[in-house]
Nanobody, 126 residues
Protein backbone atom coordinates (compact mmCIF):
# COMPACT_ATOMS: atom_id res chain seq x y z
CA UNK A 1 0.00 0.00 0.00
CA UNK A 2 1.06 3.54 -0.69
CA UNK A 3 -0.20 6.49 1.31
CA UNK A 4 -0.06 9.88 -0.37
CA UNK A 5 -0.32 13.27 1.24
CA UNK A 6 -0.58 16.45 -0.81
CA UNK A 7 0.14 19.93 0.43
CA UNK A 8 0.70 23.43 -0.88
CA UNK A 9 -2.68 24.40 -2.20
CA UNK A 10 -4.25 27.75 -1.48
CA UNK A 11 -5.82 30.92 -2.79
CA UNK A 12 -3.71 33.06 -5.10
CA UNK A 13 -4.20 35.70 -7.75
CA UNK A 14 -3.81 35.17 -11.46
CA UNK A 15 -0.15 35.31 -12.43
CA UNK A 16 1.04 34.05 -9.07
CA UNK A 17 2.86 30.79 -8.34
CA UNK A 18 2.25 27.84 -6.07
CA UNK A 19 4.22 24.70 -5.35
CA UNK A 20 2.33 21.54 -4.57
CA UNK A 21 4.04 18.65 -2.85
CA UNK A 22 3.16 15.00 -2.54
CA UNK A 23 4.90 12.73 -0.06
CA UNK A 24 4.56 8.99 -0.37
CA UNK A 25 4.92 6.40 2.36
CA UNK A 26 4.49 2.68 2.66
CA UNK A 27 6.30 1.54 -0.46
CA UNK A 28 9.22 2.60 -2.60
CA UNK A 29 8.41 4.69 -5.64
CA UNK A 30 10.90 2.80 -7.79
CA UNK A 31 9.26 1.47 -10.95
CA UNK A 32 6.36 3.87 -10.51
CA UNK A 33 4.91 6.83 -12.27
CA UNK A 34 3.69 9.69 -10.12
CA UNK A 35 1.03 11.90 -11.61
CA UNK A 36 -0.87 15.03 -10.78
CA UNK A 37 -4.48 15.27 -11.82
CA UNK A 38 -7.07 17.93 -11.17
CA UNK A 39 -10.82 18.07 -10.99
CA UNK A 40 -13.49 20.73 -10.80
CA UNK A 41 -17.13 20.14 -9.87
CA UNK A 42 -19.11 18.54 -12.66
CA UNK A 43 -16.07 17.74 -14.77
CA UNK A 44 -13.98 14.65 -15.31
CA UNK A 45 -10.61 14.32 -13.66
CA UNK A 46 -7.95 15.86 -15.88
CA UNK A 47 -4.32 14.87 -16.31
CA UNK A 48 -1.86 17.64 -15.42
CA UNK A 49 1.64 16.18 -15.26
CA UNK A 50 3.52 12.99 -14.50
CA UNK A 51 7.02 11.81 -13.80
CA UNK A 52 8.40 8.32 -14.22
CA UNK A 53 10.50 7.55 -11.17
CA UNK A 54 13.06 5.45 -13.03
CA UNK A 55 14.74 7.77 -15.48
CA UNK A 56 12.78 10.85 -14.51
CA UNK A 57 10.97 11.47 -17.80
CA UNK A 58 8.26 14.09 -17.45
CA UNK A 59 4.95 14.55 -19.22
CA UNK A 60 2.56 17.49 -19.28
CA UNK A 61 -0.88 18.39 -20.43
CA UNK A 62 -0.81 20.94 -23.23
CA UNK A 63 -2.73 23.38 -21.04
CA UNK A 64 0.09 23.59 -18.48
CA UNK A 65 3.18 23.01 -20.61
CA UNK A 66 5.69 25.80 -20.10
CA UNK A 67 4.01 26.95 -16.88
CA UNK A 68 4.12 23.88 -14.62
CA UNK A 69 7.14 21.77 -13.71
CA UNK A 70 7.03 18.37 -12.05
CA UNK A 71 10.07 17.14 -10.16
CA UNK A 72 11.02 14.47 -7.69
CA UNK A 73 13.02 14.31 -4.48
CA UNK A 74 14.11 10.70 -4.38
CA UNK A 75 15.60 10.84 -0.91
CA UNK A 76 12.37 12.16 0.56
CA UNK A 77 9.97 10.10 -1.59
CA UNK A 78 8.38 13.36 -2.71
CA UNK A 79 7.13 14.84 -5.91
CA UNK A 80 6.60 18.55 -6.43
CA UNK A 81 4.51 20.45 -8.90
CA UNK A 82 5.72 24.01 -9.42
CA UNK A 83 2.91 26.04 -10.91
CA UNK A 84 3.76 29.43 -12.38
CA UNK A 85 1.70 32.03 -14.21
CA UNK A 86 -1.47 30.61 -12.73
CA UNK A 87 -4.77 31.28 -14.46
CA UNK A 88 -8.30 31.16 -13.14
CA UNK A 89 -8.90 28.01 -15.18
CA UNK A 90 -6.21 26.26 -13.11
CA UNK A 91 -8.54 26.39 -10.10
CA UNK A 92 -9.35 22.82 -9.07
CA UNK A 93 -8.69 20.14 -6.52
CA UNK A 94 -5.30 18.68 -7.34
CA UNK A 95 -4.62 15.02 -6.68
CA UNK A 96 -1.36 13.13 -6.51
CA UNK A 97 -1.43 9.56 -7.77
CA UNK A 98 0.99 6.64 -8.04
CA UNK A 99 0.93 3.73 -10.45
CA UNK A 100 3.33 0.84 -10.87
CA UNK A 101 4.24 -0.61 -14.21
CA UNK A 102 2.69 2.28 -16.10
CA UNK A 103 3.60 2.09 -19.75
CA UNK A 104 4.64 5.28 -21.50
CA UNK A 105 1.55 5.50 -23.66
CA UNK A 106 -0.72 5.29 -20.62
CA UNK A 107 0.96 7.79 -18.33
CA UNK A 108 -1.79 10.36 -18.92
CA UNK A 109 -4.64 7.98 -18.10
CA UNK A 110 -6.04 8.08 -14.58
CA UNK A 111 -6.87 4.38 -14.76
CA UNK A 112 -3.13 3.68 -14.81
CA UNK A 113 -2.78 4.89 -11.24
CA UNK A 114 -3.56 2.69 -8.27
CA UNK A 115 -3.08 5.00 -5.32
CA UNK A 116 -4.52 8.46 -4.81
CA UNK A 117 -4.16 11.22 -2.27
CA UNK A 118 -7.07 13.15 -0.83
CA UNK A 119 -6.37 16.26 -2.83
CA UNK A 120 -5.42 19.85 -2.19
CA UNK A 121 -7.46 22.86 -3.27
CA UNK A 122 -6.07 25.49 -5.60
CA UNK A 123 -8.08 28.63 -6.22
CA UNK A 124 -6.85 31.29 -8.61
CA UNK A 125 -8.72 34.57 -8.56
CA UNK A 126 -8.72 36.73 -11.66
Amino acid sequence: QVQLLESGGGLVQAGDSLRLSCVASGRTLRNSAVGWFRQTPGKDREFVAAIRWNGGSTHYADSVKGRFTISKDGAANKVHLQMNSLKSEDSAVYYCAVGYGVILSAVRADVSYHYWGQGTHVTVSS
